[in-house]
Nanobody, 125 residues
Framework: QVQLVESGGGLVQAGGSLRLSCTAS????????MGWFRQAPGKERDFVGS???????DFGRSVKGHIRISRDNAKNTVYLEMDDLKPDDTASYYC???????????????????WGQGTRVTVSS
């Protein structure tokens, strides 16, 4: 069982930057594909990006170009760095851990086995 805790959210002005962290306990993150999703009120949970066991990254179309995802297996932590933030980036951000041996897509939130509680990001105009 993996417990995930996101942190780093907050209020930022448009054009600013944030780094979100997702730290795991209960198991080593090095075994999992780690994904970031976001969800605004009344909307579906959207794929932001993911990083696999080989540190290869994949990004959602809506955020591609202004985010970076990395993992530090020694710290059992995954990071989501966002810059040039826009009000449309306002959402709760969640990290998920997925088993790479399971069939399915890293872009589908239903593929992930474990989730954190989320961290809120608010971008003011």
């Amino acid at each position: 069982q993996v417990q995930l805790v996101e942190s780093g959210g907050g209020l930022v002005q448009a054009g600013g930057s944030l780094r979100l962290s997702c730290t795991a306990s209960g198991d080593t993150l090095s075994r999992y594909v780690m994904g970031w999703f976001r969800q605004a009120p009344g909307k579906e949970r959207d794929f932001v990006g993911s990083v696999n066991l080989r540190h290869f990254t994949d990004f959602g179309r809506s955020v591609k170009g202004h985010i970076r995802i990395s993992r530090d297996n020694a710290k059992n932590t995954v990071y989501l760095e966002m810059d040039d933030l826009k009000p449309d980036d306002t959402a709760s951000y969640y990290c998920g851990a997925g088993d790479p041996t399971n069939s399915g897509s890293n872009r589908d939130f239903r593929w992930y086995m474990y989730w954190g509680q989320g961290t809120r990001v608010t971008v003011s105009s």
